[in-house]
């Protein structure tokens, strides 16, 4: 089945410094969307991304999909101890209903002030 | 908008007995909702897709006798776990969505446990 794989899992920094995390399906995806989840929270819905090669900002998050639409990465710049949190990837599953999507396992990302 | 509640937001039951959890979009209509399970520091996993009038479908190894998805409303799904057992216990969340894209907006989770 369709699996998709996140790495790192974790990612500790210093405020300040830029963090990656790096997002691969085993199959192309028809789009790539990004969630986060703060300790103790929900996921919350981030971005989605549809284009081949398509980079989008929110303020300092960069968020990139991969020209072949089967990979994806978000990057911080300048990390805040408000980037705390666990940071999924998902994609719709193949074969099935546009709205289920499979998530990756997560990023999980702290910040040491 | 998408707002997403659930309810509780916690329980605690005994062994043996059925525990109901509501997913409720407060301000659009859901074509589908999710329900989802999620172990301490790890990622979610998906239970079963739930559409308004029609069945649920669950995942491989979930069970549909154990995990009762009712889906009444465009606004309302509920998950009742039935007969609960101490290996029951972890957050539950749902999720629905309503838009073409296909964007989920989740609740915030129900923290089960089962004495």
């Known amino acids: 089945g369709q699996q998709v794989m996140q790495i790192p899992q974790y990612q500790h920094v210093q405020e300040g410094e830029d963090f990656t995390t790096y997002c691969n399906s085993s199959t192309t995806l028809s789009n790539i969307q990004w969630y986060k989840q703060r300790p103790g929270g929900h996921p919350v819905f981030l971005i989605q991304?549809?284009?081949?090669?398509e980079v989008k900002k929110q303020k300092r998050l960069t968020f990139q999909f991969g020209e072949a639409k089967k990979n994806s990465s978000l990057h911080i710049t300048a990390t805040q101890t408000t980037d705390v949190g666990t940071y999924f990837c998902a994609g719709p599953n193949s074969g099935g209903s546009n709205y289920k999507l499979t998530f990756g396992k997560g990023t999980l990302l702290t910040v040491n002030p | 908008g998408a707002v997403v509640s659930q309810h509780p937001s916690r329980v605690i039951c005994k062994s043996g007995t059925s525990v109901k959890i509501e997913c409720r979009s407060l301000?659009?209509?859901?074509?589908?909702m999710f329900w989802y399970r999620q172990f301490p520091k790890k990622s979610l996993m998906l239970m079963a897709t739930s559409n308004e009038g029609s069945k649920a479908t669950y995942e491989q190894g979930v069970e549909k006798d154990k995990f009762l998805i009712n889906h009444a409303s465009l606004t309302l799904s509920t998950l009742t776990v039935t007969s609960a057992h101490p290996e029951d216990s972890s957050f539950y969340i749902c999720s629905a969505t309503g838009w073409a894209r296909g964007e989920q907006y989740f609740g915030p989770g129900t923290r089960l446990t089962v004495t």
């Open positions: 991304l549809v284009k081949s090669g």
């Open positions: 301000d659009f209509q859901a074509t589908t």
